[in-house]
């Protein structure tokens, strides 16, 4: 299935309501167009990354958190990219951690991880971007990591 390259955007409260729109948000619009299983590992991914940015990072301008996901085609497949830039938080960087079992948070980025093709973290005009790829049948290309740290 070759998808139509589209992109939206939307802008959600820093607050853990944001993560509940963006997920409806993104399942509204893409639920006629990809999948239904990629579908649900999109809007959990999306879920993680909006909650993170609520929880450990500074809000953008507005006291929101801009959401962006995008439908393309490339070499291997069809693709959906997210995107989730908040302020950033003064010192610390998003990185894949391990929770013990009995820790009651801690697992975003691993879920994230787990789901998606490639995710990482770069800095765009606004601010701190964390972004996952996720391929329709999960192909990612030989050798690829699945985490990238852009300039």
Request: aromatic share 4%; hydrophobic share 45%; glycine share 10%.
């Amino acid at each position: 299935m070759a998808l139509a390259d589209r992109a939206w955007c939307v802008v959600v409260p820093h607050h853990a309501r944001g993560a509940r729109q963006a997920r409806h948000r993104l399942r509204a619009e893409l639920a006629a167009v990809i999948p239904p299983e990629l579908l649900s590992d999109t809007v959990a991914v999306v879920a993680e990354l909006v909650a993170n940015a609520v929880r450990h990072a500074n809000p953008l301008p507005g006291d929101v958190v801009r959401v962006a996901w995008r439908l393309r085609t490339r070499a291997g497949g069809d693709v959906v990219e997210v995107r989730v830039t908040d302020g950033g938080a003064e010192s610390r960087i998003p990185r894949l951690c391990t929770a013990p079992p009995e820790a009651p948070s801690g697992r975003g980025l691993g879920i994230v991880a787990a789901l998606a093709d490639r995710w990482g973290v770069d800095h765009d005009g606004l601010g701190q971007c964390v972004w996952a790829e996720l391929t329709l049948g999960g192909l990612r290309p030989p050798g690829a990591p699945r985490w990238q740290r852009a300039g």
